[in-house]
């Protein structure tokens, strides 16, 4: 074990193991007992993570460590990507892991962070005091002093630029190698050159000509390049504390997975880390935890609270053979659970990396922003060359000094960072925001193309329906009431997987009546069953089989059967002795969101298209109960895909909603594919939005916050280019012959950085978007 994560005597500094940071023990009241050895923490967050998984922490780091071979990219450039951390080429921004990770904690970056900029403010100030201190004051400072004065100012100021700025001049530097021009780069030029003349100015000032000195002295502008420096750093601060509020949502759902499992064993049962439990585990739920892995229940009953995937507060009653999700709680029993899925397998574990792919994603109006700043930063430049010649030739006196201040005010103010945080910002709030909601996009892309989206293509079973058959009737032909008839069936089908079988076996177990035995059962495969049910002859099928047994069909039963199949029902006939003694009508039931999510979408002026493989009758049937007036019934998973391509040539911006994998090349093929999140696994992949909750009504509000989002990117772009547009001119000096304004280096420092702000600050509205 490394000396740095052991436990020190009381009286010495000792290093947090979590987090790294320098903890007193005689002054914190947060520790943990491990291994025989008392180890110090910083808060009570750092112990809880400790207590958990003491091993993780304790192999010589003092910080959590970095993944061998993870990846890296940058918020605002996702194509940017390297293994380990750094800094991004193109803005020179801090690179973020690309997978996502509950244990991922960027505090410790933004405490550091602050502290610097805490710094870097105790420094300024008196650069600041020593510069404007005669201006405030009315006169100068006394002539034994202003040498000492002068030498202080300029030992703090560059302390301020040199320590507190490096990050910048690395970054700027580095934005040349591959000729991609960013803020830093203007910002590096900027405060080097403020600070550069200051230098040459304050011991060289011979070099300059005599109608730049005052009391033998050529003014100088430390004060200027401190106060950018610490400006931006503030602006940096600012930024990062933004960051991690869109990614809010997807720590929480990170948080929904818990930490350690019970694994049955041979000899016992044993608390493990989740990372360590496997396909085929048999792990023990208790009340009151989460699930940890995504498997099928072995033994016990219980309520689960599904709510982080339906958002129905009831909880779902489990039992053997039930399926459970991580992240869903058990509540009041225990069971036995064998795992099928674990890690990034989980469904849980793919709303996460939904999330983070749309989150890092590049929506189509991000290329407005790159082309601008493709020739941005070198029209910013030339700009500030221009103005540094204007107003050197035509100044006033000191012509020299009011042109260095022009120059460095345009590259100062003319930093792109709000422009490039215009979109990606936007994307990354709306991703969580979905999240929150039950809507999964898949890249940036999604949320922009589903905003002008003017057909909704929706497949009809498991879509609009619920995707399994249920009992709707039963139809009395005879003298047997109508209890003794499901029972009858019943007990034929209890032995059959066929949809319709099971779908009559719930029925009955919902009527609770008696379920006779039966005998001589057999399977006629295409027709139905029979069997001996109390010494009658039973038999349950289509029209063929009673045909093969001569059962007559009488025009009453015929117009019987006629009318539930117009009502979108299949029809099953029981027959008792040669009789026909009954109907069962088994129809895929309507969601009960249907009807008024798509009223829903009507009025917001979409035009609804079903599709459907089932027979004309009953597609029509249930377009006509949801009021739909275009259906394309007895289609194949080809023939959907040609439609929606044909909506498409037409001119129609098209989304496709559907479950299945007959649905995927369609999903695929729309501009917009939606996926129910309970459908299968192809179409979610072949989808760029996923309905967790895997109701319709999830649509209209994916499509209200797509228009929110391109509303706020909009905005962004809005302020980013005003600014620019308006902040460039006025630090190059165009009021000053109207008004003689000069815009100071510091104000302008101080503009760029609110710039960011607002742009932020707009983008996290998106959190509190009503949908």
């Not at 029993?333 to 674990?342: C, E």
């Not at 700043?373 to 006033?396: K, N, R, Y």
């Not at 922009?448 to 329906?465: I, M, Q, R």
């Amino acid at each position: 074990m490394s000396s740095c994560c052991q436990a020190h005597p009381v009286h010495a500094a000792v290093k947090d193991p979590v987090c790294g940071m320098s903890v007193d023990p005689l002054a914190t009241k947060h520790r943990a007992g491990h291994a025989g050895k008392t180890w110090y923490f910083c808060s009570a967050r750092c112990r809880e993570r400790f207590v958990a998984i003491p091993e993780r922490f304790l192999g010589g780091h003092q910080a959590p460590p970095v993944d061998a071979g993870a990846i890296y990219t940058c918020p605002m450039h996702p194509e940017v990507r390297q293994v380990g951390p750094g800094d991004c080429p193109k803005c020179g921004m801090a690179l973020e892991p690309l997978a996502p990770s509950a244990e991922a904690d960027d505090r410790g970056e933004l405490h550091a962070l602050w502290r610097r900029f805490a710094w870097l403010a105790v420094l300024t100030l008196p650069v600041v005091v020593l510069a404007m201190g005669p201006h405030l004051a009315g006169h100068p400072w006394p002539a034994r002093w202003i040498g000492l004065l002068g030498g202080i100012e300029a030992l703090l100021a560059s302390v301020v630029v040199l320590w507190g700025g490096a990050p910048f001049f690395r970054r700027g530097w580095r934005s040349l190698r591959p000729w991609s021009p960013n803020m830093y780069t203007l910002i590096a030029l900027g405060t080097g050159v403020a600070w550069g003349y200051s230098v040459v100015a304050l011991l060289l000032p011979g070099l300059f000509p005599v109608g730049l000195r005052t009391h033998g002295r050529v003014g100088v502008y430390f004060e200027s390049a401190a106060v950018i420096v610490t400006l931006v750093k503030l602006g940096d601060v600012l930024e990062l504390r933004a960051r991690r509020r869109t990614g809010e949502a997807l720590k929480a759902l990170l948080g929904l997975a818990p930490k350690m499992a019970h694994r049955v064993e041979h000899d016992g049962e044993r608390d493990v880390p989740l990372e360590q439990v496997q396909v085929g585990d048999l792990l023990r739920v208790r009340p009151g935890e989460k699930v940890p892995v995504d498997g099928v229940a072995t033994a016990g009953e219980s309520h689960l609270d599904e709510s982080m995937l339906t958002g129905e507060p009831m909880p779902v009653a489990k039992a053997a053979g039930d399926r459970l999700t991580a992240g869903t709680v058990n509540q009041d029993g225990t069971l036995l659970l064998r795992a099928q899925k674990v890690g990034g397998d989980t469904l849980l574990a793919q709303i996460v990396a939904l999330v983070a792919q749309a989150q890092r994603s590049r929506a189509p109006l991000q290329r407005v922003a790159d082309r601008v700043a493709a020739w941005f930063v070198p029209a910013v430049v030339a700009t500030a060359v221009l103005a540094f010649a204007a107003w050197a030739a035509f100044g006033p006196e000191p012509a020299l000094a009011h042109a260095l201040v022009a120059a460095v005010s345009v590259l100062i103010i003319a930093c792109p960072c709000a422009l490039g945080l215009a979109t990606p910002i936007s994307i990354m709030v709306a991703s969580g925001r979905g999240a929150q909601a039950g809507v999964l996009f898949r890249d940036a892309a999604a949320i922009e193309a589903l905003h002008g989206v003017d057909t909704l293509v929706v497949d009809k079973t498991g879509t609009l329906t619920e995707g399994r058959p249920a009992l709707r009737e039963v139809v009395a032909l005879g003298d047997q009431p109508q209890e003794r008839l499901l029972a009858m069936a019943a007990a034929l089908e209890q032995a059959s997987e066929h949809p319709l079988a099971r779908a009559i076996v719930a029925g009955e177990q919902a009527a609770g009546s008696r379920v006779p035995s039966a005998a001589g059962f057999r399977s006629l495969t295409g027709r139905g069953v029979c069997g001996r049910i109390e010494g009658a002859e039973v038999a349950l099928g289509n029209a063929r089989l009673l045909d093969e047994l001569h059962v007559a069909l009488d025009l009453a039963a015929a117009a019987q059967a006629e009318r539930l199949r117009t009502g979108g029902a299949t029809v099953v006939f029981l027959a008792i002795d040669g009789r026909l003694a009954g109907l069962l009508a088994v129809a895929d039931r309507i969601k009960p969101d249907t009807p008024a999510a798509l009223d829903t979408l009507r009025r917001e002026g979409l035009r609804i298209v079903m599709l459907s493989g089932d027979h004309a009758t009953t597609a029509q049937a249930v377009a006509r109960e949801l009021g739909i007036d275009e259906v394309h019934a007895e289609v194949s998973p080809a023939d959907k895909a040609a439609v929606v391509e044909r909506l498409r040539r037409e001119g129609h911006r098209v989304a496709m909603a559907g479950d299945g994998i007959n649905d995927a090349p369609a999903l695929a093929g729309a501009d917009v594919g939606i996926a129910m999140g309970s459908g299968t696994d192809v179409a979610m992949e072949s989808a760029q939005v996923t309905l967790v909750k895997g109701e319709l009504s999830a649509i209209a509000r994916a499509r209200a916050l797509s228009q929110a989002t391109v509303r706020n990117i909009h905005q962004n772009l809005f302020f980013a280019f005003v600014y620019n547009t308006v902040g460039v001119p006025l630090a190059a000096g165009v009021l000053y012959p109207l008004f003689g304004v000069v815009l100071s280096p510091m104000i302008a420092a101080l503009a760029m950085s609110l710039s960011s702000v607002s742009v932020v600050t707009n983008a996290l509205r998106l959190r509190g978007a009503r949908l």
